[in-house]
Each structure stands twice: as C-alpha cells, then as structure tokens.
Antibody, heavy 120, light 111 residues
Framework: HVQLVQSGAEMAKPGASVKVSCKTSGYNFITYGISWVRQAPGHGLEWMGWFSTYNLRAKYPHRLQDRVTLTIDASTTTGYMELRNLTSGDTAVYYC?????????????WGQGTLVTVSS | QSVLTQPPSMSATPGQRVTISCSGSYSNIGSNTVTWYQQVPGTTPKLLIYTNNQRPSGVPDRFSGSKFGTSASLAITGLQSEDEADYYCAAYDDSLNGAVVFGGGTKVTVL
C-alpha cells in the first residue's frame, strides 16, 4: 500500500522559511521521483519542483527556483521541501506526490497536504 | 494565468456526457503526454488519466482521455453525483528548462 504522509500545518512570518517533510512507504523509493505541488486557497494547482531519488537531481519552475530547495533522506525514504523568503502569496496547501519520471510525469498518490500560513 | 487553458466550469444532469477541453501549445501538449486529476472539494487530488488516455486501476471506465495536436480532452459519460469535482489537466513543458504545467481547473457541477 503506497503512502505519502506529510508533516503538520505550519505558521510562518514574512521573510522566514518553512520546511515540509513527506514520509513515503509501500514502494521502491528510488524507482520514482517526488514532486511538490501547491494550491493557494480557492486556486488551482502549481508545480513547485521534482526530485529524482535515483540520481539526486532536482528540477524547479523558473519563477520559484531561487526560493525552493528539494531534498531527500533515502535512509528514511523521506522527501523535504524548503521554501525561503516567504510572503503572504505563499499561503497554500503544499502536497508531495510520487512521480513517474520516465516521460509521463504523472503524480500518484499524493500526500494529505500541509497547510502553510504566512502572516505577520 | 495558467499555461494550459480549461473552461472554468461545466454542468450537466446525471447520466449525461461532459467533455472538458484542455488547450496548450507545441512545447507542452504538442510534445508531451497529458495527465488528468480529479479533486473532490476538501480532498487531495487523485490521478484520473495518464499518458493521454490510460486509466489507473480503480478509475471507472466512464472516464476517458484523448489528445490531438496541442489540445486534449477528458470525457465523462454517464455522469454521476460523485463526479462533482474540480478537474485539472497537466503536461510537461519543454520550454524554460522544463516544468510541469497545469490547467486552471474545471469545476463540474452535477445538477
């Protein structure tokens, strides 16, 4: 049974950083990558990046590449997403998802989501 | 402004067919496969269609996907009340060093 379980809700002040974890289980960790997607309240989905658990390579969208860092801990099959220099526009639910990186780029399953609230 | 364009909303009665469009460009849909996700309000997105027209196990066959050129569509036949949800298309985009791009989402209401 494939599962991705994320860390709990976070509150942060503008300018601060947040780090969200994503504990995976039920599959071969290095066979699939981990992507992160966020959803601002009442808005659609925005891809935040992908990390290859196979060759330890990351890919980020151009508009976020200076503020986001994805990492993993293979010993605990856990992925991490760190977002720096937060603004109120970063308030969103952040999801991790197991990712096929062989060309189809599907995300399945998704973690339960972590609400990050940025407020002074 | 989403890279992929979807209609914001659609509605239909139970049993009817709904077709959701997803319009892109050569660098995304025109060059890569399309994925569809379903998000029931208050829940996590769920993979519905991958590689343009493939259904994961457990997804009912009333859901089908297709792609032609730089556009794709998701069809729901025999609409049911539990299909009321937001639907998102996605594709890899080869421009700007590569990125996964999403449509803005289509809210399907079952009347």
């Amino acid at each position: 049974h494939v599962q991705l379980v994320q860390s709990g809700a976070e509150m942060a002040k503008p300018g601060a950083s947040v780090k969200v974890s994503c504990k995976t289980s039920g599959y071969n960790f290095i066979t699939y990558g981990i992507s992160w997607v966020r959803q601002a309240p009442g808005h659609g989905l925005e891809w935040m990046g992908w990390f290859s658990t196979y060759n330890l390579r990351a890919k980020y969208p151009h508009r976020l590449q200076d503020r986001v860092t994805l990492t993993i801990d293979a010993s605990t099959t856990t992925g991490y997403m760190e977002l720096r220099n937060l603004t109120s526009g970063d308030t969103a639910v952040y999801y991790c998802a197991r990712t096929d990186s062989s060309g189809s780029w599907w995300f399945d399953p998704w973690g339960q989501g972590t609400l990050v609230t940025v407020s002074s | 402004q989403s890279v992929l364009t979807q209609p914001p909303s659609m509605s239909a009665t139970p049993g009817q067919r709904v077709t959701i469009s997803c319009s892109g460009s050569y660098s995304n849909i025109g060059s890569n496969t399309v994925t569809w996700y379903q998000q029931v309000p208050g829940t996590t997105p769920k993979l519905l269609i991958y590689t343009n027209n493939q259904r994961p196990s457990g997804v009912p066959d009333r859901f089908s996907g297709s792609k032609f050129g730089t556009s794709a569509s998701l069809a729901i036949t025999g609409l049911q009340s539990e299909d009321e949800a937001d639907y998102y298309c996605a594709a890899y985009d080869d421009s700007l060093n590569g990125a996964v791009v999403f449509g803005g989402g289509t809210k399907v209401t079952v009347l």
